[in-house]
C-alpha cells in the first residue's frame, strides 16, 4: 500500500500470486540478475496486473535497484536470513555458497511478514497528512514473538518535520498460512504502539 509513492505497508510474500506465477517472476528475476552480472544484494520489480488471476497471467519489469530497500525486512522475516550481514559479508568477499545462500539452499518463506511505517505526521481537517515534529514524551515500542521494531526513537527524542517523516518500520511474522494471521497480529502490534 503507497501514498504519494511511499510505501506504507508491505507484505511478503505476495498473498495474490500463485505458486506459478511466483515461480515465473523469480525465474525472470534471476534471469535479469545473471544478465547484469549482479554480484551482490538487489531488488527487481515488476507489476501484475491486478485483475488477472491466472497462473499464466503477463507481468512486466519495472525496476532493478542494486542496493538494500526499506522494505527488506519483510524478506528478512520470511526467509530467516539477516540481508544487512549477508550483504556485507559478500562485500567483504564471502560468497553466497560460503554462507550457506546459493540459491539451491535458499528457504521457502515461511508465514507471512508486514512491515508498517509509522510516521511522524498530523492529519488536517481534510484528511490530508503533513510531517511534523516535536518531543518524544513517551515512546514505548510493542514487543513479542514475531514483532520487531527498527527505530531511531526513544523517550526525549526531539523529531523534526525537516526530514523524511518515518519515525519506525513495525514488522510482524507469522508462521500461519493464513495471510490474514499477519493482518491481525499487525493491528495489535499497532495499537499497541
Known amino acids: 500500500i503507497q501514498r504519494r509513492n511511499q510505501k506504507l505497508i508491505e ?11 511466483r515461480s515465473r517472476i523469480i525465474q525472470a528475476a534471476k534471469e535479469l ?17 491486478g485483475d488477472a488471476r491466472g497462473e499464466d497471467s503477463a507481468f512486466a519489469f519495472i525496476e532493478a535497484n542494486p542496493r538494500l ?19 556485507l559479508a559478500v562485500a567483504d568477499g564471502a560468497t553466497l555458497g560460503s554462507l550457506g545462500l546459493a540459491q539451491a539452499y535458499i528457504p521457502k518463506p515461511r508465514g507471512y511478514a508486514m512491515q ?3 510516521n511522524m505526521e498530523v492529519m488536517d481537517e481534510t484528511g490530508a ?8 514524551d513517551l515512546f514505548d515500542l510493542p514487543a513479542g514473538p514475531g514483532v520487531r521494531v527498527d527505530t531511531f526513537g526513544r523517550s526525549g527524542y526531539k523529531t523534526s518535520a525537516a526530514f ?11 508462521t500461519g498460512s493464513n495471510w490474514t494471521d ?12
Do not use: M, W, Y
Open 182 to 193: 499477519v493482518v491481525q497480529k499487525a493491528a495489535r502490534t499497532l495499537r499497541e504502539f
Open 164 to 174: 523524511d517523516s518515518l519515525l519506525a518500520k513495525v514488522i510482524v511474522h507469522s
Open 11 to 21: 507484505v511478503a510474500p505476495s498473498p495474490s500470486l500463485g505458486d506459478a506465477l
Open 116 to 118: 508498517l511505517r509509522v
Open 33 to 49: 540478475a545473471a544478465a547484469a552480472n549482479c554480484d551482490n544484494l538487489g531488488t527487481f520489480e515488476f507489476l501484475v496486473d
Open 69 to 87: 530497500q526499506v522494505e527488506h525486512t519483510v524478506t528478512e522475516e520470511v526467509l530467516g536470513v539477516d540481508l544487512v550481514q549477508a550483504q
Open 129 to 136: 497528512t503533513k510531517p511534523t515534529g516535536g518531543t518524544l
